[in-house]
């Protein structure tokens, strides 16, 4: 099927339900073309949970921020840790097994190509949701945060209370 019997104007959006004919002359709905794509693979909604994305501002030390926080050297991991760096492997290995559940695969834009993704990440999240209430439970990730409260002095009370 071409390009542009499947898809429809500036945006691409797929066109849906509209017989097209294939080059040997036969009759093929775009759905059951859309539908011989799907059964190849796993659809993303079944291994993952798509959402916005991280809006954090805080992923890593960048290098203007390494100036004004002492000890940390660019490029360590704040709310997103790279397991390929010792830095962050060290931090991460620090956590209790209740504080790793905090921790969630993170792929990035550069892991997902055109009709497939990694399925392996080095990348961790540190995702603290709003059923915690407070990280008292979690001493060594609170350790860790208090490095960087200069960015977030306001979260630092309401989360230890």
Not at 47 to 58: D, Y
Not at 112 to 139: F, H, M, N, W
Request: proline share 4%.
């Amino acid at each position: 099927m071409s390009h542009d019997d499947l898809y429809d104007g500036p945006e691409n959006y797929i066109r849906l339900g509209r017989a097209q004919s294939t080059k040997n002359g036969r009759a093929a709905t775009i759905n059951s073309v859309l539908d011989k794509v799907a059964g190849q693979g796993e659809l993303l909604g079944t291994i993952a949970h798509v959402n916005q994305g991280v809006v954090s501002g805080c992923d890593y030390v960048s290098p203007r921020n390494e100036e004004r926080l002492p000890g940390a050297v660019h490029g360590d991991g704040i709310f997103v840790f790279d397991l390929d760096n010792p830095r962050d492997r060290q931090v991460v290995n620090s956590f209790s097994a209740a504080e790793k559940r905090l921790l969630k695969a993170f792929y990035k834009n550069s892991d997902i190509e055109r009709y497939a993704c990694s399925t392996q990440t080095s990348k961790r999240l540190l995702y603290v949701g709003r059923d915690i209430d407070s990280l008292k439970e979690y001493p060594n990730v609170l350790e860790h945060l208090k490095k960087f409260s200069l960015f977030f002095p306001r979260e630092e009370k309401w989360r230890t209370e």
